[in-house]
């Protein structure tokens, strides 16, 4: 399973042609709006969009790297660099260019590992090259380190004017194995600021949360931050911002924000975040601050409380029909709210793609009318809302499809009162469901003294969602089980496509030295009601140094 996302480039590129003028160089970025504006690949494509390997100190791995001309009539030359790359403050990805001043000290890099079979490749109309990358890790080395390669096109020399370059970012993450090492990943402060208007943009308010890596390993990060206004004497929870799932490499400092969609007067809050590294919780981190917002806002909007009856929603059909469902809203609270409803993609459905099929391949959203799409709940009044599903027919169908319902209210006066989300599922009745786990990565991180955290990563790639249950074991040669324990993950259902982290805590202080086996187990119950299973595990050696456990993955 790998991520469809990756960084593309466009830029002007001067040649005989060019004097430089303000005109040329308008023309050059409008140029660029345009490629941007369009699929990069209309020029050309790469796999992998990032390459992930796991080496042994002293080792090299290769990786093939594919590069496919999607042009029908014009022959490309791509040219291809090993850059250095960092991550800027929200967590992209971002070239270290050799004028650059970025602060190099704390970087992992891993560049001077790496050779290419070919620096340049030439290309026919719809044809594909593929290029060897080597990556030799040195003896002795630990952690987690970082390069990129940039797939570049060449300017033809029969183009007048300013051509625009095309160029893709594929960062290189390479993880020796080995010793795990610590994991330092922590909050360091949350924030928050009010935005003026800008245009037509209304004016806002944006939640911060800061984030650090001072040791060697990579994770993907999710944070969240509850805002309390303190008022009459008590603290009143405003809202809950999320912030996007993000990784974070070695030595990086990120600063991510959420649009808490809505003006907050000037007053006093209280903002509590919490931070999921890998799915396992760290030290949250509280603060109080005296907040100047927007002048002409007196009154502190909360989001409204509206329950929905179900909170995921079934429709079974087929293609060419249209079948109905209904589910039920109650407005919670005490005000009267103004409520919008739409049907949009499932987050966790954008960007991913497994071989061909990609997430939005299977999203419903477009097909699904919802009725009525506005109304005006009073303090506890009922709406039901009858969702209306015409599945289209299609060469290609699939067994399920997925849309999330939200509920976006807003109070009388205009301010926001917070969104509330419900999973539709529509499933194709004409195709056989067939659940399918993939495991995609087992690894441990030290966390105190002779404790270490597990990560386990399960990957979905059935036609089905399922709901998971994850544990962790620790077997000796002979299969027996010296310690079990639960690891935490995400809640609620793991839709077709999702990548799920599940994490826990395992305490080797009383192990004995020795060789052990860790296995991380996947359960899930299919339509039939049969329980599966899917595993993944490493072998490992304990040993005791003082009083302390010390333990090495072997291969």
Request: net charge positive; charged share 25%; with cysteine.
């Amino acid at each position: 399973m790998r991520s469809r996302n990756s960084i593309v480039h466009t830029r002007p590129v001067r040649n005989r042609f060019s004097n430089g003028s303000p005109l040329l160089w308008i023309l050059a970025i409008i140029a660029a709006v345009l490629m941007l504006a369009a699929p990069a690949s209309a020029q050309f494509m790469v796999t992998p969009m990032k390459i992930e390997l796991g080496i042994w100190p002293g080792r090299t791995a290769e990786e093939i790297f594919v590069i496919r001309n999607l042009s029908e009539d014009r022959v490309r030359i791509i040219d291809l660099k090993l850059v250095e790359v960092t991550q800027s403050k929200d967590a992209h990805w971002q070239i270290i260019e050799e004028d650059s001043d970025i602060d190099t000290s704390k970087l992992s890099s891993c560049a001077e590992w790496i050779n290419f079979s070919t620096n340049s490749v030439r290309i026919g109309p719809l044809g594909k090259a593929t290029v060897t990358i080597k990556v030799k890790a040195p003896p002795r080395t630990r952690g987690f380190y970082i390069a990129g390669l940039t797939a570049q096109t060449r300017p033809a020399p029969d183009i007048t004017g300013i051509p625009v370059v095309v160029r893709f970012l594929v960062p290189i993450l390479v993880e020796i194995q080995g010793r795990p090492m610590r994991s330092k990943i922590e909050l360091t402060d949350v924030g928050m600021e009010f935005r003026e208007q800008r245009g037509e943009t209304p004016a806002t308010t944006l939640a911060s949360i800061r984030i650090a890596n001072a040791g060697k390993t990579y994770s993907r990060l999710k944070g969240t931050v509850t805002v309390k206004n303190f008022s009459a004497g008590h603290w009143r929870k405003i809202t809950t911002a999320e912030f996007k799932e993000v990784s974070i490499i070695p030595g990086a400092e990120l600063n991510i924000k959420s649009d808490l969609q809505r003006s907050l007067p000037t007053g006093k809050y209280e903002l509590e975040g919490a931070l999921y590294v890998d799915g396992r919780r760290v030290k949250p981190l509280q603060r109080e601050m005296d907040f100047a917002g927007d002048p002409s806002v007196t009154r502190v909007a909360a989001d409204a409380a509206l329950d929905i009856e179900p909170a995921s929603l079934s429709i079974t059909s087929v293609p060419g029909a249209t079948r109905s469902a209904a589910l039920k809203v109650r407005n919670a609270s005490d005000s009267t709210v103004d409520v919008r409803v739409a049907s949009v993609i499932p987050p966790v459905l954008k960007g991913v793609a497994f071989g061909e099929l990609r997430g939005e391949d299977l999203a419903c959203a477009e097909w699904i009318k919802v009725l009525p799409e506005k109304f005006t709940l009073r303090a506890g009044a009922r709406q039901t809302i009858r969702i209306i599903a015409k599945m289209p027919r299609a060469e290609s169908m699939h067994a399920n499809y997925y849309a999330s319902l939200g509920l976006w209210a807003r109070y009388t006066d205009g301010q926001n009162a917070g969104v509330t989300m419900a999973l539709l599922n529509v499933e194709n009745k004409r195709i056989e469901v067939k659940p399918t786990i993939q495991p995609m990565k087992l690894t441990l991180a030290i966390q105190e003294a002779s404790t270490y955290a597990i990560v386990a990563r399960f990957g979905n790639v059935g036609n089905i969602h399922i709901r998971p249950r994850c544990s962790a074991t620790l077997t000796m040669a002979g299969g027996r089980i010296v310690r079990r324990t639960l690891l935490a993950g995400e809640s609620g259902l793991m839709l077709p496509l999702e990548v799920r982290n599940f994490s826990g805590v395992l305490d080797f202080a009383t192990i004995a030295a020795g060789t052990y086996r860790l296995e991380a187990i996947l359960e899930y119950t299919t339509a039939e009601g049969v329980t599966e299973r899917m595993t993944q595990g490493i072998s490992m050696r304990v040993s005791v140094e003082g009083e302390q456990r010390i333990v090495e993955i072997i291969e």
